[in-house]
Every structure is written in C-alpha cells, then in structure tokens.
C-alpha cells in the first residue's frame, strides 16, 4: 500500500484566518514533505522531515509552519497568507530519509488545494 | 541553466503513436531519476525509476545516460489515457540534500482519437 492521505481536499480562507493542512501515511516511512505546486508549473520543496527533525526548511515564509507529532503525521499550520500563497499543497513520503542509499522513492498524496481570499 | 531540463511540449500524438520524452541534467552528482506522470489537478504519480542499464514497464522504457546527462521515456503504442503531463525528477545532492527532488518543468502529452 503507498498511500499517503491529505485533509482537507479543499480550502478556503482569509487572509486572517488560521488553519492546519494534515497529512499521514502508514508505510512506515521516515521522511515527509510538504511541496506547493502553482498552476502549470512543477511542485516546489518547501520543507523535508526526516526522522521528525525538520532537516530542510526552502526559505519558506514564517506564515507557513510545519510540524511533525510523529513518523506517520505531518502538518501544516497556515497563518496570515496571501492570496499568491493559493496553490496545491502535497505531502509526500520516502523510507530513506538521508541515507542517500537506493532510489528513495518519495509517494505524493492528493493534495489539498488552498484558496486565500 | 535549470538542474533538469525537459521540453514542454505539448506533444499531439494520434493513438498507436510512438512518442519519446527527453531530459537533461547539470548536476553530475544526482543520484537517482524517475518520471512521474501527473493528471489535471491530481498529484504526480510514480511512473518508474529510471537506471543506467534501462527498464521496461509494458509499453514504457526509460534510458539513463550518466555520461550525457541524458534520461529519455519511450512510450509505444499510445492510448488516450496516457494524456498527461510527464515530469523528470533528479534525486540529490542539492545543496548537500540527498532526498532532495528536483523536477523538470514537465511534458504536456496529448493523444488525439
């Protein structure tokens, strides 16, 4: 099974709202990451946890704030945004983490898609 | 120059077609390649991972070429369901990173009926 899950689907929100984007998997990975993927470009890597420590932080605004309870959930609080902040969000996981050994394939969840008024 | 680079397209291909991607890389160090393969407002799904020595899924080759920095996807026999947008994707080193992905702007595939 390489199911990764995201709540919610969808989203909205304002620009003073707070609100969290959840992930989870149960493959026993080690590594999870948040991507923010805008339209008809390619996902970019916002942040990577591996082993719970967050191990890569892409200079990504302190409005988004990750956080991971433990190995199987992965979260991401939203703060103040801004209407350019709306995009796909996808989690992914991998089993390897830093181990830099085999092709450390990384699993994508659905995404939630995130619209900030 | 962008890590991976890969043609945008769009390829319009008539079903039954043989249709082949391409993708460079300027990072000599990367580790691994793959191609995803992404719907309209779906996430990217795994297609295969790409080895120097070639592999075959089905209708789908995927080649590597370290020396050229070189990945190519082959699909035989096109279907309508394999419109889609095709993205390579480097594995690290980035910036020290070795699970770091790195993906190329992706392929528009479109099979015509």
């Known amino acids: 099974d390489t199911e990764v899950t995201q709540t919610p689907k969808h989203l909205v929100m304002g620009m003073t709202n707070k609100k969290s984007l959840k992930c989870e998997q149960h493959?026993?990975?080690?590594?999870m990451y948040w991507y923010k993927q805008k339209a008809k470009k390619p996902p970019e890597l916002m942040f990577v946890?591996?082993?719970?420590?967050?191990?890569i932080n892409e200079s990504v605004p302190s409005r988004f704030s990750p956080e991971c309870p433990n190995s199987s959930l992965l979260n991401l609080h939203l703060h103040a945004l801004q209407p350019e902040d709306s995009a796909l969000y996808l989690c992914?996981?991998?089993?390897?983490?830093?181990?830099?050994?085999?092709?450390?394939?990384?699993?994508f969840g659905p995404g939630t898609r995130l619209t900030v008024l | 120059r962008k890590e991976v680079e890969q043609d945008p397209g769009p390829f319009n291909v008539p079903e039954g077609a043989t249709v082949a991607f391409n993708c460079t890389y300027s990072?000599?160090?990367?580790?691994?390649f793959f191609w995803y393969r992404q719907d309209c407002r779906k996430e990217p799904k795994l297609l295969m991972s790409?080895?120097?020595s070639g592999n075959e899924d089905g209708r789908f080759t995927a080649q590597l070429n370290r020396a050229s920095q070189y990945i190519s996807l082959l699909i035989r026999d096109s279907k309508l369901s394999d419109s889609a947008t095709y993205l390579c994707?480097?594995?690290?080193?980035?910036?020290?990173?070795?699970?770091?992905?790195?993906f190329g702007t992706g392929t528009l595939l479109a099979v015509q009926p």
């Open positions: 790409v080895y120097s």
């Open positions: 994707v480097g594995r690290g080193p980035y910036g020290g990173a070795t699970n770091k992905l790195i």
């Open positions: 946890y591996s082993y719970e420590k967050l191990s």
């Open positions: 992914a996981s991998s089993q390897a983490g830093t181990s830099g050994i085999g092709p450390d394939t990384q699993y």
């Open positions: 493959m026993g990975h080690r590594a």
């Open positions: 990072n000599s160090a990367s580790q691994s």
